[in-house]
Each structure stands twice: as C-alpha cells, then as structure tokens.
C-alpha cells in the first residue's frame, strides 16, 4: 500500500472505529457439506488465512468459515467451500426472490430526463425525454456518467444484438435492455427468480447453470455478469463457456468486487463485499487478468469504479456497528450514507483516476 493509501485508510477509519463487540458466536457445517480448498485456483500455492471465525452476517446460513489469500497472485477464496449439491442451501433468502413493485421513483420525472439524456448522448440509446445537448453537457461528469452507464452495463447502441445475462436474477436488467431493442435471453438457478422474471416481465430465461444452458457456440453478441462471477465454485470454467458462446467481435462486461478497495482496507472483516459464505472467490486486477487469461479471454479494459460507493460505507458502517446487517433496506441504508459516505465516494474517485481504490471491477473482454 502506497503512503497515500495508507493515509487514507487512517483518516476514514478513525471515522468508524471499530467497536469492542468480540466475536460472533459461531455455528456448525452440520447443515451445508463442504469441503477443504487450500490451493490457489490459478497457480496452485498453498494460501494463507485472512481471516478465520467467520460466519454468515447477512442470511444467517449456518457453518464457520475462513478466506484465504494467495500471496502470489492475490486471489482471496473461501474456505471450506460447499459442494455443489449444496450451493442451493447459500441462497434460501437471497435477494433474487425479492418482487419489485411498481412505486414511482422518488427521484421522478427530473432523474428519468437526465438518465434519458446520458443514455442518449453517451451510450446512443434513443429514449422519451432525452436531450442530446443536455446528455453532452452531463457526460462531462464523470462519475454521473458512470453511474448511468452501469444500468446498461456501458453496453451502447450500436453494439446491439444477441444478449446473455448470466445471473440475471428476476430479470430487471434484461426487462430494461429488451425495452432498448436488445433480444435478451437470461441464465440464472434460482427458481423463484426464475419465475418471477418469466411471469411479470415474459422473459426467456433458462434455469440452471450457463453450462446446462448449451448454448451454440458464437451465438451471442454481447454477455454480462453483474456480480457473478465471485458466487462460483469454478470462475475459470465460467468463463471458458463465456467465451465459446460469444461471437468473435463479441463482447463480455463483467462487475465484480474489487479485492484491493479502501473499502477492505478501511473495514476489514466488516467489508460487505467479503459476503460470507456467498463469495466463493475475491479478485484484484491482477487476479482477474489471471482468471480472464486461464480462460483464453483477452481483456480490453480492466478498470476500478466508485459509482456504489456510497452505499458500500453504508453497508459497511452498519455491519460494523450491528455486528450483522439487519435486512440492508435501502431505506436504512440511505440513513447511514451521510456526508462520510459521500466523502469516501469522491476520495474513492479520485483513487480511481490513478488506478487504485473503487469497491469494483470492472472488465471488458473478448475472445
């Protein structure tokens, strides 16, 4: 860590002071079969322990958990993993179940022009309400940008076609890109999310893994993985298939936590991006480009974001003070933003100028 860096992490956790609160009691595996993973996945050293005594703080999945870390290739996975048969059993109360109604946005009719216009004159999306010179005007913001960019997943007009959305939970996102004349298909293995993006919105969504799935091979002109990746027991495997479907000037954008954030640096085992026992594997850059380059994919841009995190100290804070976060509704959250999260976000964008910090990757690439 840089001097800088280390400054940094300094000031924002004399912010949040961690709080003698002791360890959480733990539970027993005696639920969820597991089993022992010490090796690095891409290099095969022996990892060391990050952190030990770790359980379930969001869902309350029974077991103890540890992550490792590879000194080498700075990859962080979990350890004991479950079985395959048992990933399910991580999942029971996952946010993928959740039904959005529809409420009318608070930030009304003014926020929808404004992500019209950004849409319009960044991503050439041809959207109600938009206005191009207003979108050139608001573009120039970098981090407005990037926040609206992210609803498409900075995918553009002009490369429309065949989209994948592997993990595509109930289906907002695809919803959303069939509506910008996209032809969206969905993977996801939760069934209820499942049934939820079939019914409300009528979408082709497969259930099951992207390997049951049997797509043709060059089939889709653009895939997408929203914090995915990290949830898999073979990432490489992953993304071997990723490559096999796409055309060969298609494209894969993926977003996944950053494993090298202020974030981590500044909360440690209260980092919501940890999400034990969920997170199977953590990346920093240069583990993504391991994992990206073990499975034959060339990467055109690899790059850090800060557009969450605001929300990510919310998180965090409220982890830090709870010792668990206590449903994370968005409404609890945004009390704990504040100017401290809104401080973090700007520090974390200007880290990111310089290619450090962000809560998230996020990484373009083809076959």
């Known amino acids: 860590m840089n001097p800088m860096h280390s400054i940094l992490v300094m000031i924002f956790s004399n912010l949040h002071p961690r709080p003698n609160i002791g360890k959480l009691v733990m539970n027993e595996n005696g639920g969820v079969n597991v089993r022992d993973v010490r090796y690095c996945l891409l290099c095969g050293s022996r990892g060391t322990v990050l952190y030990t005594g770790l359980s379930d703080r969001l869902f309350d999945v029974p077991g103890t958990w540890m992550l490792m870390r590879c000194q080498s290739c700075q990859l962080i996975w979990l350890n004991p993993q479950p079985t395959i048969d048992d990933v399910k059993k991580l999942y029971a109360q996952y946010f993928t179940h959740q039904k959005v109604e529809n409420a009318p946005h608070k930030r009304g009719v003014i926020w929808k022009k404004l992500k019209a216009s950004i849409l319009l004159s960044g991503f050439g ?14 573009c120039q913001i970098s981090p407005l940008k990037e926040i609206i960019g992210n609803s498409t997943m900075w995918l553009k007009a002009s490369e429309k076609g065949r989209l994948l959305d592997v993990g595509c939970g109930n289906g907002l996102f695809l919803n959303q890109m069939e509506r910008l004349g996209w032809k969206a298909v969905g993977v996801e293995q939760d069934g209820e999310a499942v049934s939820i993006a079939r019914e409300r919105y009528g979408l082709q969504v497969f ?23 990290e949830h898999v027991l073979d990432p490489i495997g992953l993304l071997k298939e990723c490559r096999r479907i796409l055309k060969p000037d298609g494209k894969l954008v993926m977003v996944t936590p950053n494993s090298k954030s202020l974030g981590l640096q500044i909360f440690d085992e209260d980092w919501r991006g940890l999400e034990v026992p969920r997170h199977m594997y953590l990346f920093s850059p240069h583990a993504m480009r391991a994992c990206a380059g073990a499975a034959g994919l060339a990467i055109q841009e690899l790059r850090t974001t ?14 830090r003070q709870d010792g668990a976060n206590p449903g994370g509704s968005p409404e609890k959250l945004s009390n704990w933003v504040g100017l401290q999260g809104l401080a973090f976000q700007a520090v974390e ?14 990484i373009t690439a083809t076959r």
């Open 207 to 229: 259930r099951g893994s992207l390997e049951e799935a049997k797509f043709p091979e060059g089939h889709f002109d653009a895939i997408t993985m929203n914090h995915v990746i």
């Open 349 to 362: 964008y200007v880290l990111c100028g310089f290619g450090q910090g962000g809560e998230e990757l996020v």
């Open 306 to 319: 800060a557009k969450g995190a605001r929300w990510m100290w919310a998180a965090c804070s409220l982890l």
């Open 125 to 138: 999306y041809q959207m109600e309400g938009a206005n191009k010179i207003l979108g050139s005007i608001l």
